[in-house]
């Protein structure tokens, strides 16, 4: 993302879960860590949820310095919890766009097509979901946005966001949910990748992790 003129700065029936289960608990899982989940279906039961120690999922830190609209960090930085990957990814202000929550977001390109990643620890046999929500930096083509949602390399989720009709002050940020469901590891690794080429990328804010009952997380 970078100024496109002197002007313009850049921008988841109980037999059947029961069944799952027991047929996860049985499975020979190798060295795998981790192995995708189905996303739960809308307004699936998700009451038994626990926090999960990840930090900063709206990308609050640092704070972006007065009065730049954005922070660039190119690939193998890190920022607060968060390491990049690919080319850059930059950490934006409120001041250039608005925000799904807090006072930043991130758009997953700086040059080009970036990533960021986040690890930290799970439990075995734990399913996890995972919501953020998704916009576009509606600056720069092309109009449709697209990207990955990867847990220790695995894609979990493909998204994408068509920023027509959308603008600085008008975001439309949408939720997005996937799961993964971790089998023997201690540890996972997510990341958000942008797949779209060029300056202006997917725009990621207010990313939440919460483990659940197996049963819970399943459609």
Known sequence: MHPPSPSAARAVSRTAAVTAAALLLTATAGTAAAAPAAPPAAGAAATAVA???FSDGGFES???PAPAPFTD???EQTFGPWTVGGDSADLTSDRLWDVAEGHQS???NGSTTGSVSQTFPVAPLTTYLVTFKLAGNP???PALKTGQVR???TTVLDFAFDVSGHGLRSMGYVEQTTAFTNLLGTSAT?????TTPGYGGPVIDDVKVRSCLLVLCLP
């Open 51 to 53: 926090a999960v120690a």
């Open 62 to 64: 640092p704070v972006v």
């Open 73 to 75: 960090y190119l690939g």
């Open 106 to 108: 991130l758009d997953l």
């Open 139 to 141: 600056v720069w083509a």
């Open 151 to 153: 847990v220790n390399g």
């Open 190 to 194: 997510l990341t958000f990748a942008s």
